[in-house]
Structure formats: structure tokens, C-alpha cells
């Protein structure tokens, strides 16, 4: 790898360089506050899931970080961003020989069966019938995977991606 020093505010050095590299991904570490404190204040990893231009990874401490990840667990409603997450989580699985299970979650009429059944080949599907954030937060996994909408700023308040980055006790991978 490559190590670049970036001279400025952090925030917005950070965002103008991944902008300007075209970057696919930038890997954090964990909130270091809470949601609200998070979004209130200048806390790098909340605003990277608001504001990036690419895939975000939350990294957590691993139990086994040598077999990092052993497990995957990708949120799938049928949307296109949800399908786009399955299609990473599979890459990773296929790379790292972790298994992955997908996770629909909610009541019935929220998820696509249809663009679920055609995209998940093979993947272990999970039905959970309460709320998505609660059902992935709470999934045995050392990887959830989710998709984002590509809401970006304030639109992004509240989505589910966002809230799973910040409730899990596990890394966390924002696919966008």
C-alpha cells in the first residue's frame, strides 16, 4: 500500500481526496460517540457514513481477527442497493471462505420476493420478523453487510445502514 499525508481540516480533506482519487471504499474505525452526539459534532466515522462518495467499512475489533470474517450476514429487502450489498458480501465470502447468510427482515410487504429469490442463488436466507436495524444489529456475524441508498447529509438521517453502523458490535460494511 500507499501512505499519503493530507495537510487540512480533516473532514473535508478527507472527502475532497476520496472524491478526487475516485476511491471505492474507506475503512474507519467504530463511532467514537454516540448517534446523536455523532451527528451533532464532528465525529469522522458518522460523518464518512453520511457524506462519503464510496463504500464505507466500520471496523471493529474481530474475536478471531486471523479468520476474519468467518461470518457474513447481508440485509436483503430486493432493492437495488440491498442487492448491490449481497453482490460484495458474496465477493468476500468467495475470497475468504466465510459463510453468508442473507437476512430479510420486517413485515412481508416491505421486500422484494421476487428480485430476492433471482439474485441469491445459493445464500442461506434468514426471515426476521421484527425491524431490519434490530434484526442485523442483533445477527451472529463477524461482517453485516447493508446497502445504502445513496442519501448523503441530512436525507441520510435515519436510514438503516446508518443506524447498523452504529449499533453493531461487529465491523460493518456500507456498500454504495
Do not use: Q, W, Y
Not at 13 to 20: M, N
Not at 93 to 105: E, P
Not at 130 to 143: Q, R, T, W
Amino acid at each position: 500500500g500507499e501512505v499519503e499525508v493530507l495537510e487540512g481540516a480533516l473532514i473535508p480533506t478527507l472527502l475532497k481526496e476520496l472524491r478526487a482519487a475516485e476511491a471505492t471504499l474507506v475503512a474507519l474505525g467504530r463511532p467514537h460517540h454516540g448517534r446523536l452526539a455523532g451527528i451533532l459534532s464532528v465525529d469522522i466515522t458518522t460523518r464518512m457514513l453520511h457524506d462519503a462518495p464510496c463504500s464505507v467499512l466500520v471496523a471493529r475489533t474481530a474475536a478471531e481477527p486471523e479468520r476474519f470474517p468467518r461470518s457474513i450476514v447481508v440485509g436483503l429487502d430486493g432493492t437495488p442497493a440491498s442487492l448491490a450489498a449481497l453482490e460484495a458480501a458474496r465477493e468476500i465470502a468467495g475470497r475468504t471462505g466465510a459463510s453468508l447468510t442473507a437476512l430479510v427482515a420486517g413485515p412481508n410487504g416491505h421486500a422484494d420476493r421476487e428480485a430476492i429469490e433471482r439474485a441469491r442463488g445459493d445464500v442461506a436466507l434468514v426471515e426476521a420478523p421484527g425491524g431490519a436495524v434490530d434484526a442485523l444489529v442483533d445477527a451472529d456475524a463477524d461482517l453485516l453487510v447493508v446497502g445504502s441508498r445513496g442519501l448523503h447529509g441530512v436525507k441520510s438521517l435515519g436510514s438503516v445502514s446508518e443506524r447498523v453502523a452504529h449499533k453493531a458490535r461487529c465491523s460493518v460494511l456500507v456498500v454504495r
